[in-house]
């Protein structure tokens, strides 16, 4: 039935996925699409891969109360700098969104670019009360070590030797009920015009 590999073997001890916190150089961009969110958000789903192992995080355009640009909208800008893209353009898509097809905007310009990546983990609580997490973008890092600001600053690369926390939860006891803490969810997200 089975046949002894020794290099999968090896490999069982490492994660597929992302899972911690950290500074993860030469991270290739595998997609990029603008979703809608609830309401009025808007954001970019980034599916990147890193020495083998897969990462998926959002970054968040519009916000979802009143339709007003974040912050996130820097981050993509630094990007665009990073890359030396000075304007991206849209593909329409349709991509699984957690088991669900939705609609989007792919952005070609980032697709197969290479970039590090300093990500911090968060974990929530799911409604059944298990914790789950996900993996948020902090600043993406060109090849250099440095951010878009510290290259065109002409400063030393001190954001990557930054300490990064993981916002952690404490799993539930055996046997006890997880308190159920209202209105924190996962976001789920959606797609619309692209603001740069």
Do not use: W
């Not at 979703?35 to 979802?64: A, H």
């Not at 792919?106 to 968060?122: A, N, Q, T």
Request: net charge neutral; charged share 25%; aromatic share 8%.
């Amino acid at each position: 039935m089975f046949t002894f590999d020794e290099n999968k073997a090896k490999s069982a001890d490492s994660s597929a996925h992302i899972t911690e916190g950290g500074y993860y150089p030469n991270a290739t961009i595998k997609a990029a699409v603008v979703l809608k969110g609830n309401e009025q958000s808007q954001y970019i789903k980034f599916e990147v891969e890193q020495e083998g192992r897969d990462c998926n995080f959002n970054i968040y355009l519009k916000k979802k109360s009143d339709g007003s640009v974040t912050y996130g909208v820097n981050k993509i800008y630094a990007l665009m700098g990073i890359l030396g893209v000075q304007k991206t353009s849209s593909l329409p898509v349709t991509v699984d969104n957690f088991g669900r097809q939705e609609q989007g905007n792919s952005i070609p310009e980032f697709i197969g670019k290479v970039v590090g990546l300093r990500l911090m983990r968060e974990d929530y609580r799911k409604q059944d009360g298990t914790i789950g997490f996900s993996m948020n973008l902090l600043n993406f890092i060109g090849n250099d070590g440095k951010t878009y600001s510290e290259r065109v600053d002409n400063k030393p690369a001190k954001t990557i030797e930054t300490a990064i926390k993981d916002k952690r939860l404490q799993a539930p006891q055996h046997g006890a009920a997880a308190p159920m803490i209202p209105n924190q969810t996962t976001p789920m997200p959606t797609d619309d015009d692209m603001p740069f």
